[in-house]
């Protein structure tokens, strides 16, 4: 397996991948570990998990650099998401034992009734590469915390952090029969739901997700699906502050390329301030800077995966096809690397894929509106429903627009956001199941109920 450098197209490394004997290996090594680690005492895991922190916090040079050399990801960006994720650990640091430890749920009469929390045993975690520390630790850190052990997937176009994340957590103390990587493409992730595991935890396309959920299905256990997104934005009359909400707009769908589950994907302006907000939009993103991703003022990088190319560009046409205007970008850059400059459309509508489907690149279309109704129709005509904001000086206004979403998400003057004190959940074809937030540390667990008398 052939591990390249989207922004030179160079060879990084060449891999072996994992034959279906070395994956039935692992998970029987796993099965063996996660006997005695769940028994190692919560604190002496947390501990474990904020050694590995330390440790990647100690090595973030290197990470960031191995993480941008595969993914094309500007260095700045890499170093704030390995920087970024240490929130989770925070987060487990501060409330792992309080939402793990045995609940007394009534003690009355010669009766008592309490809930211990269980780990799952060994879990598959089927990973993505465009935030693989951030949707990685929203998994396999709370697994272990849990006391699972983890079947590690990494993307194929991000398995040199994949394999980083096992070394460290090795050396801070995480048995090495507890957290394993699992190295190849479709074929070993094949082999991954074939086998006897205790749960499955994806993140992905809709497409791959309905897959593992179906393939998996007979077999009872959990399954929890972090899905695409076409997360669209409103930015109401009353914002207090055009051009800033133009440039908040555009980082946040921008921002790694657009390569995000919560990316803005679609943009509606209220037809009062319409023509300035795409003005200081347009002007914002032009100022991009676009190129080497290991330069400190690097913007926009490569994309990551070639195909994306011809996808985004694919978009842009059809759209064009049916009236759009296309304002700025959607030119290949550079003689070398998925580079495409970063693309503005407006005149769309919702017979353009561009305002359905999920883009996953840096594209957006901006869409003029003339009242609320109509801004909330056109965010609820998706498929998706994973994230969605407005922009507004009104919260009472902007929150009762956001009551009408089907969305697992909402943002009031932010977007494109994720805190490990909420749950991150998805409805329709954004997934199923919950990570963060107390909710997301018990997914990892089964409750057993305790009737004791006398």
């Known amino acids: 397996m052939d591990i390249i450098n989207p922004a030179t197209e160079e060879v ?18 796993l099965k063996e570990g996660q006997v005695f680690w769940a028994r190692v005492p919560i604190e002496e895991r947390i501990a474990i998990i904020k050694k590995y922190g330390d440790l990647v916090m100690d090595n973030l040079e290197e990470l960031a650099f191995i993480l941008t ?5 500007p260095i700045q960006q890499a170093k704030n998401e390995i920087k970024g994720a240490q929130n989770r650990i925070t987060h487990i640091q501060k409330d792992a ?12 009469g010669d009766t008592r009734e309490e809930i211990s ?4 045993g060994v879990i598959a975690n089927i990973s993505a590469w465009n935030f693989p520390y951030n949707v990685g630790y929203n998994v396999f850190l709370y697994a272990l915390l849990a006391g699972n052990a983890v079947a590690y997937k990494p993307s194929e ?3 040199l952090t994949g394999l980083k994340f096992q070394e460290l957590l090795w050396e801070a103390g995480i048995p090495k029969n507890v957290f394993e990587c699992f190295l190849g493409d479709a074929e070993v992730g094949e082999l991954l739901l074939e086998a006897d595991l205790d749960g499955y935890f994806f993140t992905g396309s809709y497409k791959t997700g309905k897959y593992i959920a179906q393939k998996v299905a007979s077999k009872l256990v959990p399954v929890q699906l972090e899905l695409g997104g076409k997360d669209p934005l409103y930015v109401m009359d009353d914002v207090a502050d055009v051009k800033q909400a133009a440039i908040n707009a555009a980082e946040g769908a921008f921002y790694n390329n657009g390569q995000s589950c919560c990316a803005v994907e679609r943009i509606y302006v209220h037809e009062a301030i319409y023509d300035e907000f795409v003005d200081a939009f347009v002007n914002e993103v032009s100022s991009y800077k676009i190129g080497d991703p290991m330069a400190e003022d690097t913007f926009i990088g490569a994309l990551t995966r070639k195909d994306q190319l011809n996808f985004i560009q694919s978009q842009i046409a059809e759209a064009k096809e049916k009236g759009a205007r296309l304002l700025i970008g959607g030119k290949e850059w550079g003689e070398k690397g998925y580079y495409l400059e970063p693309a503005v459309l407006t005149e769309v509508n919702h017979s353009m894929d561009l305002m359905k489907e999920e883009s996953f690149g840096p594209v957006i279309g901006i869409q003029k509106v003339k009242n609320d109704e109509e801004a909330l129709n056109l965010m609820k005509d998706t498929s998706f429903g994973l994230t969605a904001a407005v922009f507004s000086g009104d919260e009472s206004r902007a929150k009762q627009l956001l009551e009408g979403l089907p969305t697992g998400t909402v943002y009031v ?9 909420l749950p991150w959940t998805g409805r329709k074809n954004s ?16 409750p057993k109920a305790y009737q004791l008398r006398g």
């Open 413 to 421: 003057n932010c977007c494109d956001r994720v805190s490990p004190n």
């Open 157 to 159: 176009y991000a398995t």
């Open 431 to 446: 997934g199923l199941g919950v990570t963060l937030s107390y909710m997301g540390i018990r997914a990892f667990t089964q």
């Open 117 to 120: 929390f269980e780990p799952l």
């Open 69 to 73: 050399s595969e993914t094309g990801k």
């Open 97 to 108: 034992v309080k939402y793990l430890k045995k609940e007394v749920i009534t003690a009355e």
């Open 12 to 29: 990084l490394k060449t891999l072996k991948e994992d034959t279906a004997a070395e994956v039935s290996s692992k998970i029987a090594s």
